[in-house]
C-alpha cells in the first residue's frame, strides 16, 4: 500500500499458457471461466467489440504465497482480462506479467503497474498515488481508451475507525484527510477532468485500491453489515462520483445488500487472520469510468480457489490479500 513512485514505460514479449484454476465468488457473481484461454498478442490484437478490464492488488509482488507469479499468471489466463491495473507490485510483477503474456506494459520502480494486449500509444502520465496511459483498442477504427491505476492511502482506515472506535462520521472524515486519501482522490480528479470532459471520443478508465469503502455501499439497507453505520458519504468516492466517474461494479450490480463485492479481504475473516475480532469486510477495489463508448456488461469481484485465512496463506493458489475486480464493457 505504497504511494506514487517514479516511472518509466517499456514493452516486451514472450508467452505462456497456464492451466486455469477453480473460481469462488466473493460476495458476487463468478466471472465467467468460458473461452479460449490465450489471448491475442501485442501487434495483431482483434478489435474491442467488448473491453474486459481488471484491477488486481498483488500483495506485495505476490511475495506473500508460493509461486506468486505462476498463480497471478493463472488469474489472468483463466478470466481472460484486454487490460489490468496493477498495485504492489514491488516493482517488478508487471514487467514479469508482461514478459510472460508478450503484452505491453509499464513498471514503477515500486506500487503500480499496467499491462495490455492491446498497445501502449502514450507515454505514462503520473498523478498523486495514480498513473496512466493510452491505448488503442481496435486498430480499424484507431478508437484509444485512457486507463489510470490508483493505490491511494491506507492508514488510518476508514472502516476500523468507525467498527473498531465507534467513531463519529465527522472524526473518520477527519482521518480520511489525514490518511493521504482525500487530497489524493481531489488532485487526481483535477488531473483527470480534462480527459474525462473527452471521454466521450476516448474513454476513461481508473481502477485501483482505493482503500476506502464507497458511498454507495454505505447505506441505510446494509447498516447492519457496517457495524450499525447508515448512510455513509465516503469522500474519496463522492470525489469521483462528482468528477463525472461511474463506479462499473455497482452500475452492474446496484443493489449493496444483495451483492457487496466485498474485496477486502478474503484472507483476513479476523483482525489478525484467524484470529481477533472480526475484520471489517468491504469493497474499497473498484473500477470507475466516464465516456459514452462504455457501456457495462457485467462486473464481479472473485478468488481463486479456497484461500486459507493468514497466517496459513502460502499454499493459497490466490496470490493476494484482495479480491480481484473485473467488468466487462461493450465498445460502441
Same mark, same amino acid.
Given at each position: 500500500m505504497s504511494a506514487k513512485r517514479r516511472v518509466f514505460l517499456s514493452a516486451t514479449g514472450a508467452a505462456v499458457a497456464l492451466a486455469a484454476t477453480a473460481a469462488v465468488a466473493v460476495a458476487g457473481p463468478v466471472a465467467n471461466p468460458d473461452g479460449p484461454i490465450e489471448s491475442p498478442r501485442p501487434g495483431k490484437p482483434s478489435a474491442a467489440s467488448e473491453l474486459r478490464v481488471m484491477t488486481l492488488n498483488l500483495w506485495h509482488g505476490g511475495a506473500k504465497v508460493d509461486d506468486g507469479l505462476a498463480k497471478q499468471l493463472a488469474v489472468i489466463e483463466k478470466h481472460r482480462p484486454d487490460v489490468v491495473g496493477l498495485q504492489e507490485t514491488s516493482g517488478h510483477s508487471a514487467r514479469e506479467l508482461a514478459e510472460e503474456l508478450g503484452w505491453d506494459h509499464w513498471q514503477s520502480d515500486a506500487d503500480l503497474g499496467i499491462i495490455s494486449r492491446f498497445p501502449f500509444t502514450s507515454e505514462v502520465e503520473t498523478s498523486r498515488a495514480a498513473a496512466g496511459v493510452r491505448i488503442r483498442i481496435d486498430e480499424t477504427t484507431g478508437q484509444e481508451v485512457e486507463l489510470w491505476t490508483a493505490h491511494l492511502g491506507y492508514d488510518p482506515y476508514g472502516p476500523y475507525d468507525a467498527c473498531f472506535d465507534g467513531m463519529a462520521v465527522e472524526d473518520i472524515f477527519q482521518r480520511e484527510? !489525514?490518511?493521504?486519501?482525500?487530497? !489524493?482522490?481531489?488532485?487526481?480528479?483535477?488531473?483527470?477532468?480534462?480527459?474525462?470532459?473527452?471521454?466521450?471520443?476516448?474513454?476513461?478508465?481508473?481502477?485501483?485500491?482505493?482503500?476506502?469503502?464507497?458511498?454507495?455501499?454505505?447505506?441505510?439497507?446494509?447498516?447492519?453489515?457496517?457495524?450499525?453505520?447508515? !448512510?455513509?458519504?465516503w469522500p474519496v468516492t463522492k470525489i469521483f462520483e462528482k468528477a463525472g466517474l461511474k463506479d462499473s461494479f455497482r452500475e452492474a450490480n446496484p443493489d449493496p445488500a444483495a451483492v457487496p463485492g466485498n474485496t477486502w479481504s478474503p484472507v483476513y475473516p479476523k483482525h489478525k487472520g484467524s484470529t481477533g475480532v472480526d475484520e471489517p469486510q468491504d469493497r474499497i477495489d473498484f473500477i470507475d469510468y466516464a465516456g459514452d463508448k462504455l457501456t457495462v456488461k457485467d462486473s464481479v469481484s472473485f478468488v481463486e480457489g479456497d484461500p486459507k485465512p493468514v497466517p496459513d496463506q502460502a499454499g493459497n493458489a490466490w496470490p493476494t490479500d484482495h479480491a480481484a475486480v473485473l467488468t466487462t464493457f461493450t465498445v460502441g
Amino acid at each position: 500500500m505504497s504511494a506514487k513512485r517514479r516511472v518509466f514505460l517499456s514493452a516486451t514479449g514472450a508467452a505462456v499458457a497456464l492451466a486455469a484454476t477453480a473460481a469462488v465468488a466473493v460476495a458476487g457473481p463468478v466471472a465467467n471461466p468460458d473461452g479460449p484461454i490465450e489471448s491475442p498478442r501485442p501487434g495483431k490484437p482483434s478489435a474491442a467489440s467488448e473491453l474486459r478490464v481488471m484491477t488486481l492488488n498483488l500483495w506485495h509482488g505476490g511475495a506473500k504465497v508460493d509461486d506468486g507469479l505462476a498463480k497471478q499468471l493463472a488469474v489472468i489466463e483463466k478470466h481472460r482480462p484486454d487490460v489490468v491495473g496493477l498495485q504492489e507490485t514491488s516493482g517488478h510483477s508487471a514487467r514479469e506479467l508482461a514478459e510472460e503474456l508478450g503484452w505491453d506494459h509499464w513498471q514503477s520502480d515500486a506500487d503500480l503497474g499496467i499491462i495490455s494486449r492491446f498497445p501502449f500509444t502514450s507515454e505514462v502520465e503520473t498523478s498523486r498515488a495514480a498513473a496512466g496511459v493510452r491505448i488503442r483498442i481496435d486498430e480499424t477504427t484507431g478508437q484509444e481508451v485512457e486507463l489510470w491505476t490508483a493505490h491511494l492511502g491506507y492508514d488510518p482506515y476508514g472502516p476500523y475507525d468507525a467498527c473498531f472506535d465507534g467513531m463519529a462520521v465527522e472524526d473518520i472524515f477527519q482521518r480520511e484527510a !489525514q490518511s493521504g486519501r482525500t487530497p !489524493q482522490a481531489e488532485a487526481i480528479a483535477k488531473d483527470l477532468a480534462p480527459k474525462i470532459a473527452a471521454a466521450d471520443e476516448t474513454p476513461v478508465l481508473l481502477v485501483g485500491d482505493f482503500n476506502t469503502p464507497s458511498h454507495l455501499d454505505w447505506t441505510e439497507a446494509t447498516k447492519d453489515s457496517h457495524c450499525g453505520y447508515g !448512510q455513509v458519504d465516503w469522500p474519496v468516492t463522492k470525489i469521483f462520483e462528482k468528477a463525472g466517474l461511474k463506479d462499473s461494479f455497482r452500475e452492474a450490480n446496484p443493489d449493496p445488500a444483495a451483492v457487496p463485492g466485498n474485496t477486502w479481504s478474503p484472507v483476513y475473516p479476523k483482525h489478525k487472520g484467524s484470529t481477533g475480532v472480526d475484520e471489517p469486510q468491504d469493497r474499497i477495489d473498484f473500477i470507475d469510468y466516464a465516456g459514452d463508448k462504455l457501456t457495462v456488461k457485467d462486473s464481479v469481484s472473485f478468488v481463486e480457489g479456497d484461500p486459507k485465512p493468514v497466517p496459513d496463506q502460502a499454499g493459497n493458489a490466490w496470490p493476494t490479500d484482495h479480491a480481484a475486480v473485473l467488468t466487462t464493457f461493450t465498445v460502441g
